[in-house]
């Protein structure tokens, strides 16, 4: 006769060490990644989260969840596909006189992400998990990419950068494929200052089709453990400039 798993959750504070990802759940316990839970969220916790490939998400009633999915959803930037209609959505963006711009307005960023997307009215993006990564921003340790028409603020994303080791996060639009824009100069900019890897963490139908593929989370800590020693990119709340995206072609 069988035994059940074991599904208790280890109790992550402030300043508790993380269990090693091969104790997170699988599919098969009904979560696939979930490894720990707590109450507080610091910069400083989601700094040594990161560093492990272990990220949080959970809902406004839920304590902080703390996940390492196997497998792991990665996009490599020379992997990247260009569709010809999000080609041409950066042609008319450029002509009608649109700026993509990095961490230029990151809190509100994080506020177009949190903005609820259907009926149900949730976030993730809880009031908790916006101070812990201005926090992280605040520390260099964390970015936006947005897309502007003048002063209005039309589409972005954000992400955690440690060393050449970039983990996406969110993103949002008020406009077609606003942040599509954002994601593909996101791509080439870090092509252009050889970061080989986005981490996408969940695997969706979306990313696929951008490229994305889902690999085995050993292989994906291998190249944690590697791109988080290098140095980092040079980021700038300078214009990125559509020079970034000009020298792709289209798929």
Same mark, same amino acid.
């Given at each position: 006769m069988s035994q059940s798993p074991d599904l208790r959750l280890a109790w992550i504070? =402030? *300043?508790d060490d993380? =269990? *090693?990802t091969d104790q997170a759940w699988t599919d098969e316990m009904g979560a696939n990644g979930l490894l720990g839970a707590g109450e507080v969220l610091t910069a400083s916790l989601l700094k040594r989260a990161y560093r492990r490939g272990i990220f949080p998400w959970s809902g406004p009633s839920e304590p902080i969840l703390w996940w390492s999915p196997d497998p792991r959803m990665v996009l490599r930037t020379q992997g990247f596909k260009l569709r010809r209609s999000l080609s041409q959505s950066i042609r008319q963006a450029q002509a009608g006189g649109l700026t993509l711009r990095a961490d230029s307005a990151f809190q509100s960023?994080?506020?177009g992400c949190a903005t609820p997307r259907d009926q149900d009215g949730g976030t993730w993006i809880t009031p908790a998990i916006e101070a812990a990564y201005l926090d992280?921003?605040?520390m260099g340790l964390a970015h936006s990419i947005e897309l502007w028409d003048g002063r209005e603020l039309v589409g972005g994303l954000y992400l955690v950068s440690i060393g050449k080791m970039v983990f996406g996060e969110?993103?949002?639009s008020s406009r077609p494929n606003a942040s599509?824009?954002?994601?593909?100069?996101l791509v080439r900019w870090l092509q252009h200052h050889n970061c080989p890897l986005i981490d996408c963490q969940q695997q969706t139908a979306h990313l696929a089709s951008l490229g994305a593929r889902a690999i085995p989370r050993a292989e994906f800590e291998s190249w944690l453990t590697n791109l988080t020693q290098e140095?980092?990119?040079?980021?700038v709340t300078d214009p990125l400039g559509w020079g970034v995206l000009t020298a792709t072609n289209d798929q």
């Open positions: 504070g =402030p *300043d993380f =269990p *090693d960023v994080m506020r992280l921003h605040n969110s993103m949002f599509k824009i954002c994601l593909a100069g140095p980092g990119p040079p980021w």
